[in-house]
């Protein structure tokens, strides 16, 4: 897909349903997986070859059954196990907001983007009703925790997005989550207008060829415009499995890649802190990433997913990056349960985190 803005007058087919307690249960899962397996004997043996491809054909057919296009994980930066096409470039949805996180450290470390900046020092407004006062009080910071206080209509909001958006004015800008498509669409116009760059061309020159992205290329990505219910474009990235899971390895480096500083090590702890606020459901949202609560007692992770069927999921403690992926331009027909069975079948039949090996190859 070539980049290019796009104007349409429906709801977007490419926003994001977020089910929330769906998506703790697989990393809660997958967490608690973690430390059983980090208990048991250092000297407990490694599969055999046979038993190895065995368990791996166990995998590939349920993930083949339930509909998955490509499931891989890493391991100390390793390909620990790898079911689809991992080149092949899906539409990341919702996933491109930690994207464009990156990007946001990146420029704020240079001074070029303030995140205590508010809408009105930007002159960020929208299509009638425009914005109150007070909602321009919402700063940088406030629209990267998606908590601006701006209910104003978006680009990208399925049904049950509208359905959940508070009435404009009902909260001040800072006190309360809402996950919200305004926020984010908003954020890529600050970027573009604060740095003169294009989203897809800085996000290539900055972060996919240094940390040597295989598949991306700016014209992978597209804007897209509604005009009737906002000025903002949403922007969406098709992104190989392959070049999302680097994305995940960057983060698990501390922003760091050969030696390179790429995003600073300092967002990527300030955008993965838990900030309370009140929240009506689903897990803490810090910069454009979901984090896992604390009280897990796991180590620090977090993730994000696009479109309920697409996931990211970093758990730096233990160098491992799990990405799940569907082809979203075909009907699909996937719950949220069979993703969550596979990952868990997955990391206990791999048995891949008691040891902390990043050879490649199935661990202890």
């Not at 910071?141 to 909001?157: I, N, T």
């Not at 294009?198 to 991306?216: T, V």
């Not at 979901?290 to 479109?307: F, N, Q, S, W």
């Not at 730096?316 to 996937?334: A, K, N, Q, W, Y």
Request: glycine share 8%.
């Amino acid at each position: 897909m070539n980049r290019q803005q796009v104007n349409v007058n429906t709801t977007n087919v490419f926003a994001v349903i977020i089910q929330h307690s769906a998506v703790i249960n697989i990393l809660m899962i997958v967490l608690f997986l973690i430390g059983c397996s980090e208990s048991e004997s250092p000297g407990a043996q490694s599969l055999s070859v046979s038993e190895k491809s065995e368990v791996e054909d166990r995998i590939a057919n349920k993930a083949n059954e339930i509909g998955t296009a490509v499931l891989l994980i890493q391991k100390g930066g390793q390909v620990v196990f790898s079911f689809g096409d991992i080149s092949k470039k899906y539409m990341c949805h919702s996933i491109r907001k930690p994207l464009l996180g990156g990007l946001y450290g990146i420029y704020q470390e240079r001074g070029i983007i303030d995140i205590e900046l508010t809408l009105a020092d930007l002159e960020i407004d929208d299509i009638e009703p425009s914005l109150t006062q007070e909602e321009q009080q919402a700063n940088i910071q406030d629209l990267l925790l998606s908590r601006s206080g701006v209910y104003h209509e978006a680009g990208g909001e399925v049904h049950a997005m509208i359905d959940a958006r508070p009435q404009r004015g009902s909260h001040e800008p800072g006190t309360y989550f809402y996950y919200n498509n305004w926020d984010f669409n908003a954020l890529g116009t600050i970027f573009r207008m604060r740095t003169g760059e294009d989203i897809f061309k800085a996000f290539d020159n900055e972060i996919a060829k240094p940390i040597g992205m295989k598949d991306f290329v700016p014209s992978d990505g597209t804007y897209v415009v509604e005009e009737n219910r906002s000025i903002h474009p949403s922007y969406f990235f098709r992104m190989s499995s392959r070049d999302l899971a680097l994305f995940g390895e960057l983060y698990i480096n501390g922003g760091a890649w050969n030696g390179q500083q790429i995003v600073p090590i300092a967002w990527i702890d300030e955008s993965t802190l838990i900030r309370p606020v009140e929240n009506p459901g689903g897990d803490p949202y810090g910069y454009l990433w979901r984090i896992v609560p604390d009280e897990i007692g796991y180590g620090h992770a977090y993730y994000h997913t696009g479109l309920g069927v697409h996931l990211l999921f970093v758990i730096p403690d233990h160098s491992l990056v799990i990405v799940h992926r569907v082809d979203t331009d075909i009907p699909f027909d996937i719950k949220w349960y069979e993703i969550k069975q596979l990952i868990e079948y997955a990391v206990t039949e791999l048995n891949l985190l008691n040891n902390g090996s990043s050879s490649g190859s199935l661990s202890k």
